[in-house]
Structure formats: C-alpha cells, structure tokens
C-alpha cells in the first residue's frame, strides 16, 4: 500500500494551495480518506476526514469554512483544497487511509488509521 502527498510548498498567508494524495495498493471504495498535519513543536492534528461509502466530511475547527476534502475514485487520489491559508497552517501535512472509516471525531483524532503517506511540507510566510 501507498500513500504519496504532493503539491507542498511555500505560499504567502492568505493565500491558497491544493494538495494530492496519490493512493495504490488498496481497494479505493473501500476506505475513508483523511488529512492529519503536525506543525512544529506540536502534536498531530486531524483537519479533514472524508467518509468511504457517502462522501460525507468532517473538518476540525481550525479549518473549517476554508479547506475542503475531495476524493476521485476514477483518479485514486484524495484532495485537500485549502484557501485563506494562516500562518499558523505551517507544517507537515499527510493523507492516511482508514478501512471503512467514516467521518466523525474520532476519525479526526487520528486513532486505527491503517496507512499513513510520509507527508509533504507546506510552509506559509508572513
């Protein structure tokens, strides 16, 4: 199994960035989708959580109203669209997979996910 983030990078805050996570080795509908990040000197936090069977989301509150989840069953990939981007939205981001997973809170702390992608780093500028 594979889970590989891309679309990282620097970006003024306000600012907007679209990250992709590519996902092999898998059965695609079978699992919810979800995007964690860690900032430096922080603890993991879950951000956005997309559920397998209805698409239905969660979003924690930081970033809600701002960032939206996605995911393309055609593509497998799971997107994470982030606009209005703060400069406390510095860090690693990853994408992981949970089997059956669905979208609530506890999807968001982060518990029983199975895969885990190595992250990609955004860093927003003052």
């Known amino acids: 199994v594979q889970l590989v983030e891309s679309g990282g990078g620097l970006v003024q805050a306000g600012g907007s960035l679209t990250l992709s996570c590519a996902v092999s080795?898998?059965?695609?509908?079978?699992?919810?989708f979800g995007w964690f990040r860690q900032a430096p000197g922080k603890e993991r936090e879950g951000i956005a959580v997309i559920s397998n069977y209805d698409g239905s989301t969660i979003y924690s509150d930081s970033v809600k109203g701002r960032f939206t989840i996605s995911r393309d069953t055609s593509e497998h990939t799971t997107s994470l669209e982030m606009n209005s981007l703060k400069y406390e939205g510095t860090a690693v981001y990853y994408c992981?997979?949970?089997?059956?997973?669905?979208?609530?809170?506890?999807?968001?702390?982060?518990?029983?996910?199975?895969?885990w992608g190595q992250g990609t780093l955004v860093t927003v500028s003052s």
């Open positions: 992981a997979a949970d089997y059956w997973g669905q979208a609530n809170a506890r999807a968001l702390s982060g518990m029983y996910w199975d895969y």
């Open positions: 080795g898998l059965t695609f509908g079978d699992y919810g």
